[in-house]
């Protein structure tokens, strides 16, 4: 196994590329593109989750990409350990769901979506696995190439805007992470992480280059103060996009962070409390933003951000059970945040609208959204049986072990704010009784986004009395007899499946807890990355 | 040192523009921030294998580092990627931000230009691809903003199709749903 494998990664990066190509060539046929997909993101899933079992032992799979055998500090080294095999596992899983929640509300039938995705896939896996600072910077634009697209695309569709802020902040992130690249080349004449191992911990003038890196990162993992932007672009987009984003940029960023401190820093404890201070400020603001936020995913986006403070006190403490509860944390929020945003956006797809006035008595109406909400929202907030209990039962229990109480008092305090941010869309969306005008609008938003056909199938489903007149007339035929709008069950699949694994993730947390030990034992000594890159 | 005269040069240039409302003069200061951030990589190839502090690896020779040069021209075609990603920004969408004033924003002078002939300034999606298709630059007119979704008179004749298809569907790319339904039944029919 350890044998074959290594050769076969750079098949993650090349799959998807070559799929979204043929995918982009596919004009006219809607459902091979649907087919291509899936079946990319799911041969991706079992190749990952391929990975984790290989992984689980601790071993460190490298590969030289394109076997330069008589210069072999220049090949680009692809790595795999459990850490990055896991966040893998979980972005496939996220793809999957999404696409199949961007299938239910017709936007993949977009022509790009489906390519878009994949070539997003393609990056997402090189920037995971490559050992090389500036192919992480090419992966990370891979990446982002895409995800311009799939934002102005679907925010255009919406009618709302955010890509210019997307794009201005990301192209600045990524400008200051190449100068960043510049110097630590400059500086340590390679950019090849196994053999920066503990440079920046020697060297001052490497640790510079080195800071500007991670600040450049850390634009792209929306961490306080420079959080701004991600809470401004990922409500402006569909639901399915956001879900997708949500699980992949920001923690792409998160993992390069963890990855690079525990390398080119080697866990140094001197720069510990910057982390630990701008984690803190992270859970608390992004907490206390969502208070001010009036539509479902504008407040899960601030908490997002809260989230991403959460996971980053791992990286701030850098102890066996801080990396643990961390890379726990990290796999965790992926799965909850994707599911909230897919149980909101279900809702919001369907009722045309994500504001919280302007819905109620969802719990009765779709009780089965109801459930899957419940169950993201307890998980994410931190309750029990869910696996968000566990996540920030251990980072709590990892920061007392350091004896870092104000940390540990403000993971406290924020998770009272997040059970009552998730209160508020449940009694604002669930409870209570709906507005008059839910039906009107979600009949014109339906109307709007999918035209009469769609409408006049799902209404005649329910009433086959009905007859279809102008916009006008249907509505009042539809509001005076049954109710004819309702969450179709194939865009509540995807939520209730993320939702079942957080579920599966709290009762079954051992393994989980046992893979991110592994993760963490690989982070604390990174010479078994360093010897597998360069026996490699 | 007269690279990092220019870097810095360039830097300095590069946030002034970025503090300009207004998509374009952004986009200019990004187009410098990256000149300044491939110099910076120019530099290190040149001048850290001479003998400059920080680093004792003279004996790697005394020609330049090719490799800078390979990271160099990766970022010129990203960065000038990007570049013309976000000039099509400026010109088809407006109102996400406070950059620039209605009056004066590009997609306001160009439509402004086109009102005499509105149907002369669609743009061909199906070549543009997904930026045309993303910013529902096929539509622009002064009257009707760029993301203006509301159905006009062919998009509601349409959606009596067969298929329920978004009003908009045009502006995704250039399949028909006739043409493709007929296509499609009998290649994949049995894959599903």
Same mark, same amino acid.
């Given at each position: ?13 090349g799959?998807p %590329? ?13 459902r091979?593109?649907h087919?291509i ?5 799911s041969?991706l899933?079992?190749f990952s989750?391929?990975l984790?079992i290989a992984?689980h032992?601790g071993?460190?799979?490298a ?9 072999p ?10 850490l990055?095999?896991?966040?893998l ?9 999404s ?12 022509? +790009?979506?489906?390519?878009f ?6 990056g997402?896996?090189?920037?995971l ?7 992480l ?22 009618g ?8 201005? #902040? ?8 190449l100068f ?8 340590a ?6 053999e920066l191992? !503990?440079?920046a ?23 306080v103060p420079?959080? !701004?932007w ?5 409500p ?11 699980g ?24 510990l ?11 608390l603001?992004? #907490?206390?933003?969502?208070i ?22 791992g ?7 801080g ?13 909850v945040?994707?599911?909230l ?9 369907t009722?045309g ?12 109406r ?7 909400f ?11 049986p869910? *696996? ?8 709590i229990?990892?920061t %007392?072990?350091?004896?870092h109480?104000?940390v540990?008092?403000?993971a406290v ?7 009552? *941010?998730?209160?508020?869309i449940?009694?604002?969306v +669930?409870?209570?009784?709906p ?12 109307e ?5 056909r ?19 007339a249907t ?12 969450v179709?069950?194939k ?9 079942a694994?957080t ?20 982070l604390?000594n ?5 010897e ?5 | ?8 040069? @360039?830097?300095a ?11 374009v ?7 410098l921030?990256?000149?300044a951030a491939?110099?910076? @990589?120019?530099a290190a /190839? ?11 690896t003279s ?5 330049g ?5 390979a990271?160099v021209?990766t970022?010129?075609?990203?960065a ?18 406070d &950059? $620039?004033d ?7 002078? @160009?439509t ?8 002369s300034a669609k ?6 691809g997904?930026?045309?298709a993303?910013?529902g /630059? ?7 903003p760029?993301?203006d ?5 062919s998009?509601?004749?349409g959606?009596?199709?067969d ?9 995704? /790319?250039? $399949? &028909?749903p006739t043409?493709e &339904? ?7 029919? /049995?894959?599903?």
């Amino acid at each position: 196994m350890e044998e074959i494998l290594p050769p076969l990664l750079p098949l993650l990066v090349g799959i998807p %590329l070559l799929m979204g190509a043929l995918g982009a060539a596919l004009r006219k046929s809607k459902r091979a593109r649907h087919i291509i997909s899936l079946g990319t993101l799911s041969a991706l899933l079992a190749f990952s989750i391929l990975l984790v079992i290989a992984t689980h032992d601790g071993t460190v799979l490298a590969h030289r990409v394109g076997f330069w055998d008589f210069a072999p500090q220049i090949a680009i080294p692809f790595v795999v350990d459990a850490l990055n095999s896991l966040v893998l596992m979980i972005i496939c899983i996220l793809g999957i769901t999404s696409v199949m929640f961007a299938m239910a509300t017709h936007e993949a039938r977009a022509r +790009f979506y489906h390519p878009f995705v994949l070539i997003l896939m393609a990056g997402v896996a090189g920037a995971l696995m490559t050992g090389d600072i500036f192919n992480l910077f090419v992966f990370i634009e891979v990446m982002l190439l895409p995800s311009y697209g799939l934002l102005a695309m679907m925010g255009a569709k919406l009618g709302a805007h955010g890509a210019r802020i997307y794009v201005s #902040v990301n192209l600045l992130a990524s400008t200051l992470l190449l100068f960043g690249i510049g110097l630590v080349y400059a500086t340590a004449g390679t950019v090849n992480l196994a053999e920066l191992h !503990g440079r920046a911990a020697e060297d001052p003038a490497i640790a510079v280059g080195a800071a500007v890196v991670l600040t450049a990162i850390s634009i792209k993992a929306a961490v306080v103060p420079v959080h !701004g932007w991600l809470t401004r672009t990922y409500p402006m987009t569909s639901p399915a996009v956001t879900a997708l984003f949500s699980g992949i940029h920001t923690k792409v960023s998160i993992y390069a962070i963890y990855r690079i401190y525990s390398v080119m820093f080697d866990g140094d404890d001197r720069f510990l409390w910057i982390a630990l201070l701008v984690t803190s400020l992270t859970m608390l603001i992004g #907490v206390l933003g969502a208070i001010g936020e009036k539509t479902t995913r504008s407040i899960l986006v601030f908490h997002m951000i809260s989230q991403i403070g959460y996971i980053l006190i791992g990286v701030g403490l850098f102890t066996g059970l801080g990396l643990t509860a961390g890379i726990f944390y990290l796999l965790h929020h992926m799965i909850v945040k994707a599911s909230l945003f897919l149980s909101t956006g279900a809702i919001e797809e369907t009722y045309g609208t994500g504001e919280i006035d302007k819905l109620g008595g969802m719990a009765k109406r779709e009780p089965l959204i109801a459930a899957t909400f419940m169950i993201a929202a307890l998980s994410l907030a931190g309750l029990p049986p869910f *696996s968000g209990f566990v996540a920030k039962f251990s980072i709590i229990q990892a920061t %007392l072990e350091q004896a870092h109480y104000w940390v540990a008092a403000v993971a406290v305090l924020v998770s009272v704010f997040t059970l009552l *941010s998730m209160l508020k869309i449940w009694v604002g969306v +669930f409870m209570g009784k709906p507005p008059e005008d839910l039906e009107d609008r979600a009949l014109s938003y339906q109307e709007r986004m999918h035209g009469k056909r769609y409408l006049r199938v799902q209404a005649q489903a329910e009433n086959p009395t009905l007859t279809i007149g102008p916009p006008t007339a249907t509505m009042s035929a539809v509001l005076s007899g049954e109710r004819a709008v309702k969450v179709p069950m194939k865009l509540i699949i995807p939520g209730a499946i993320l939702a079942a694994i957080t579920v599966f993730f709290g009762l079954g947390a051992e393994l989980l807890m046992m893979l991110s030990e592994t993760a963490a034992e690989n982070l604390l000594n990174p010479q078994d990355y360093v010897e597998a890159v360069i026996n490699s | 040192m007269s690279i990092a005269i220019a870097v810095g040069m @360039l830097t300095a240039a590069a946030v002034y523009l970025f503090m300009q409302r207004g998509m374009v003069r952004i986009v200019l200061g990004f187009v410098l921030a990256s000149h300044a951030a491939n110099l910076l @990589l120019f530099a290190a /190839g040149n001048t850290a294998y001479r003998g400059v502090p920080y680093i004792f690896t003279s004996e790697y020779g005394e020609g330049g580092d090719p490799l800078p040069q390979a990271f160099v021209l990766t970022a010129i075609v990203i960065a000038f990627s990007i570049t013309m990603f976000m000039v099509t920004l400026a010109i088809t969408t407006t109102g996400d931000d406070d &950059t $620039e004033d209605e009056e004066e924003s590009p997609a306001k002078v @160009l439509t402004a230009a086109d009102t005499n002939d509105v149907t002369s300034a669609k743009v061909d999606t199906s070549s543009t691809g997904a930026v045309a298709a993303g910013t529902g /630059g096929a539509d622009a007119s002064p009257e009707s903003p760029v993301h203006d979704f509301e159905p006009t008179e062919s998009d509601v004749a349409g959606l009596d199709d067969d298929v329920a298809e978004a009003p908009n569907a045009d502006s995704f /790319g250039d $399949e &028909t749903p006739t043409a493709e &339904t007929e296509n499609e039944t009998p290649k994949d029919g /049995g894959e599903k």
